[in-house]
Structure formats: structure tokens, C-alpha cells
């Protein structure tokens, strides 16, 4: 039997790893104890955005992206986790208590361990080379052991999901709340949280599915005629908390297979902070069977593209408090 007992340093060697995950407007809303056998996960509520993410959905979204990173993280380092959800009813903030096992890396852990520094999230159009069925399906069923579905939006589905994407889009740029909260956290320059200019291009209205559109936009497009993206809706059968965080990882295990096999990704929320349009896409993508909590965009970007640059996080000291758990 293994013996190896965790140490402080593998803690926070993991976290450093962990807060590369994606999150809404890059607002790291996250912290982490780390203590002598486990590593605790907070939800940090300065960090919501009131007006984006009326629910705090987008929020612990972002923190089971983390939690996620976490445990591949660990995995490579010879570490299976064990996660106990909510583990303090009395802390709303307490989202997860991982404590971890000696245990020998996979193949696939360290394929989801090396795109953890590959990723980013990719606005420019993709190019027309489809993306094989077969590739869709290993990304897709990723989201399986974390409890969720992704579908693959097909051909006749894209018109309505188009339609409630641009509906939001509309209502957006009339709310002052919202612009507000874009512009504090979008249109940046040398900042360690928030999404940087450098990394946004321009909204392209000829799209059928539109993104989220960002204050100032400075990153050139490709010039592909067309997009040629691939939509996949996460949804769960329940709409609580655990569901959200849950969420958060099987979006972080879809975006990090679609890096290992050479895909370039993004995550998409805008329609679904908007209760009726998430309703409508509930229905009309995934026939109320399941409750949509995040979009993903696949597709190819050909390596003669140029490379993106990395959206800087806060330093990982920022994040981490080490000490006895009370
Ligand atoms: C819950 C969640 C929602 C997001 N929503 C959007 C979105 O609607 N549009 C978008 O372009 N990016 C979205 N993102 C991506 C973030 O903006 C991105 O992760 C962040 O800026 C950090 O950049 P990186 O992913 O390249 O590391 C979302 C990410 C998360 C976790």
C-alpha cells in the first residue's frame, strides 16, 4: 500500500494549477484553505456580479471549473481526490473539502493536466474544418461522471439558440447595470483579474450563435468567410447548488478534452443569465429534460493562426490561506 501522506506544498502546487480554470469575466471568485490533510474551496461573494450573474450561477460555475483543475492537478501528481460537496451547512461560502489518496496518474490525467496550460478561451472565428462526430462524442461525455449532459446542438436547433443569444444580447446593451459590470471587468490592460482587451474581438453579427460582446475590443479576428464552431448546451436534472458546482466541472472537463485532442474552446453564458431565455433554450435544446447551465464553442484553429495570449490570473499567495481549519 502507498504510504505518501500529502503535504502542504502539494496542496498548494495544485491550487496554483487550479485558478488557471476559466471563470465568468476572469473574476477568480474563489479562495482556498489549505490545512494538513485536505484543501478546502470558499466561494469569494465580493466577486459576484450582481447584475451579470443575478443568481450567483456564473459564480459557482466558475468555482467547479476550479475544483475540477484541482483534481486533475492532483492527479498528476499521484493524487486521487475525494470532494465533499456543501460540507458546512452553516457556511454558505464553503463549497467543497477535497482530502486526497496516493493513487498513480492515467494517461488521461496527464493528457487534461498538460491543457491545463493550453487553454484559453477562444472568440475568433474558427475555421470550416468540421469537427468528426467522434471527437464531438468523447468531449460530450466528459460531462457524465460529474452528473450533468452536454448536448451537441444540431443543425435545426442552431436557429433558436441563435435567437435567444441575440435577444440577450439586446437586452444587455440596454441594461446600465450590466454595461456597468462590463466595463469594470472587461477592456483591460495589464490587469491580474478581469477579461483583457487583447483577448476579445470584435462582435460579428452575421454569426447564427452570437457571444457575449466585451467592452473595447483590441484582438484581430481570423479572416475564415465563416465560423465554423460547434455548440454543446451542459445541462443537469437538478437546478440547486451541488447541481451548479457539478456543472462547473463538467465544463472544465469538456474544455480541457477539446484542448488535449487539438480543439480550440469557449464558454458562453450570456443567454442563460436571462431567465426566460434560459427557459427557452431549456425547451427548445434540451427538450425539459435537463436544466442548461453553461454553452460550449468547439472548433479547429489552425496553427498558421496566431497564438493567443494567456488572461493573467491574481498570484496564487492572493488566494490561498494556509492554516489550522477551525
Ligand atoms: C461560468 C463562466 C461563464 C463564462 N461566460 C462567458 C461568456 O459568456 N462569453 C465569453 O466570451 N467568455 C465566457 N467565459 C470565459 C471567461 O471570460 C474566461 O474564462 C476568462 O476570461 C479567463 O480567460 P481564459 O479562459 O482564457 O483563461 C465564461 C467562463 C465561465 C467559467
Not at 427538450?287 to 498558421?304: E, I, K, N, Y
Amino acid at each position: 500500500m502507498d504510504q505518501r501522506q500529502p503535504t502542504a506544498e502539494i496542496f498548494e502546487d495544485a491550487v496554483a494549477m487550479a485558478v488557471r480554470a476559466p471563470s465568468v469575466h476572469n473574476t477568480q471568485p474563489w479562495r482556498w484553505r489549505i490545512s494538513e490533510r485536505s484543501v478546502d474551496l470558499y466561494a469569494d461573494p465580493a466577486r459576484r456580479l450582481p447584475s451579470t450573474d443575478p443568481t450567483g450561477r456564473a459564480l459557482l460555475l466558475s468555482c467547479g471549473a476550479a475544483l475540477h483543475h484541482l483534481r486533475v492537478a492532483l492527479a498528476v501528481q499521484g493524487w486521487s481526490a475525494e470532494v465533499g460537496y456543501l460540507p458546512d451547512p452553516a457556511d454558505h461560502d464553503h463549497l467543497a473539502r477535497i482530502s486526497v489518496n496516493a493513487d498513480t496518474p492515467s494517461r488521461d490525467d496527464i493528457d487534461l493536466g498538460a491543457a491545463i496550460v493550453h487553454r484559453r478561451s477562444d472568440r475568433r472565428r474558427y475555421c470550416d474544418r468540421r469537427v468528426p462526430c467522434g471527437r464531438l462524442r468523447r468531449v460530450a461525455e466528459r460531462a457524465v461522471p460529474f452528473g450533468a449532459v452536454a448536448r451537441v446542438v444540431p443543425p435545426p436547433l442552431r436557429t433558436p439558440l441563435g435567437r435567444s443569444t441575440r435577444t440577450a444580447a439586446r437586452r444587455h446593451a440596454h441594461d446600465r447595470a450590466y454595461l456597468a459590470e462590463l466595463a469594470a471587468w472587461s477592456g483591460r490592460h495589464g490587469t491580474a483579474d478581469g477579461v483583457p482587451a487583447a483577448n476579445t474581438p470584435r462582435p460579428r453579427p452575421e454569426d447564427d450563435i452570437s457571444q457575449r460582446a466585451f467592452l473595447a475590443p483590441e484582438l484581430a479576428d481570423t479572416s475564415f468567410a465563416t465560423d465554423g464552431s460547434e455548440w454543446l448546451v451542459i445541462g443537469t436534472a437538478d437546478d440547486g447548488r451541488r447541481s451548479e458546482l457539478r456543472a462547473g466541472e463538467a465544463a472544465s472537463a469538456l474544455l480541457l478534452t477539446a484542448t488535449s485532442l487539438g480543439m480550440a474552446s469557449c464558454l458562453q453564458t450570456e443567454p442563460l443569465e436571462v431567465a426566460e431565455l434560459r427557459s427557452a433554450i431549456r425547451s427548445d435544446v434540451l427538450h425539459d429534460c435537463a436544466h442548461p447551465q453553461a454553452m460550449v464553442r468547439l472548433g479547429f484553429m489552425p496553427t498558421s493562426v496566431a497564438p493567443l495570449p494567456f488572461t493573467p490570473r491574481r498570484e496564487v499567495h492572493e488566494v490561498i490561506d494556509i492554516g489550522v481549519r477551525a
